[in-house]
T-cell receptor, first 105, second 114 residues
Framework: GEDVEQSLFLSVREGDSSVINCTYT??????LYWYKQEPGAGLQLLTY?????DMKQDQRLTVLLNKKDKHLSLRIADTQTGDSAIYFC?????FGIGTKLQVIP | DSGVTQTPKHLITATGQRVTLRCSPR?????VYWYQQSLDQGLQFLIQ???????AKGNILERFSAQQFPDLHSELNLSSLELGDSALYFC?????????????FGNGTRLTVT
């Protein structure tokens, strides 16, 4: 069935880059999404990529899509303490388990 | 503020009981989704409605049911509650229900079953 896999935890130092990875099973979805969940809150759309793109850049965020390997990644440049949250990869109604990003000052 | 409203914010109840969670979608959104978030299972898709009709079903237990009303608000009913049903329940909405529009999430209802 449809599935999305992510690592559970990532720890980085403030100012470094963070890379969160995601793999997904067969999908004909037009878009793939990254959502962010801060403590005590719901999920918010962070960014997305159209399935016929390889890369999308949005300020400090870079999304890379490798359709052949069914691999999606989110890079956050110059990571700040405010970026500490859980990040979810998603397509259609399916979400990954979420990667908890811890930013060390 | 996503525009999606969920009530109540917190709910504490006993095993065997029944509860109803309510969701009002963003203005103009026709599709509503329900998710369950627990520590070990992540975000599990339960069910989707579009304009009052069930559109997709995920890992929803038979003890759980949902509906979307003519005014587009939705309710998730959980019955014969078990300890393992303790979780955060999220509602989300989107304009069309297709994969080309992202979901807008409410802040969730935290259910504790004792």
């Amino acid at each position: 069935g449809e599935d999305v896999e992510q690592s559970l935890f990532l720890s980085v130092r403030e100012g470094d880059s963070s890379v969160i990875n995601c793999t997904y099973t067969d999908s004909s979805s037009t878009y793939l999404y990254w959502y962010k969940q801060e403590p005590g809150a719901g999920l918010q759309l962070l960014t997305y990529i159209f399935s016929n793109m390889d890369m999308k850049q949005d300020q400090r965020l870079t999304v890379l899509l490798n359709k052949k390997d069914k691999h999606l990644s989110l890079r956050i440049a110059d990571t700040q303490t405010g970026d500490s949250a859980i990040y979810f990869c998603a397509y259609e109604v399916t979400f990954g388990i979420g990667t908890k990003l811890q930013v060390i000052p | 503020d996503s525009g999606v409203t969920q009530t109540p914010k917190h709910l504490i109840t006993a095993t065997g009981q029944r509860v109803t969670l309510r969701c009002s979608p963003r203005s103009g959104d026709l599709s509503v989704y329900w998710y369950q978030q627990s520590l070990d299972q992540g975000l599990q898709f339960l069910i989707q409605y579009y304009n009052g009709e069930e559109r997709a079903k995920g890992n929803i237990l038979e003890r759980f049911s949902a509906q979307q009303f003519p005014d587009l608000h939705s309710e998730l009913n959980l019955s014969s509650l078990e300890l393992g049903d303790s979780a955060l329940y999220f509602c989300a909405s989107s304009p069309t229900g297709g994969d080309n529009s992202p979901l807008h999430f409410g802040n969730g209802t935290r259910l504790t079953v004792t």
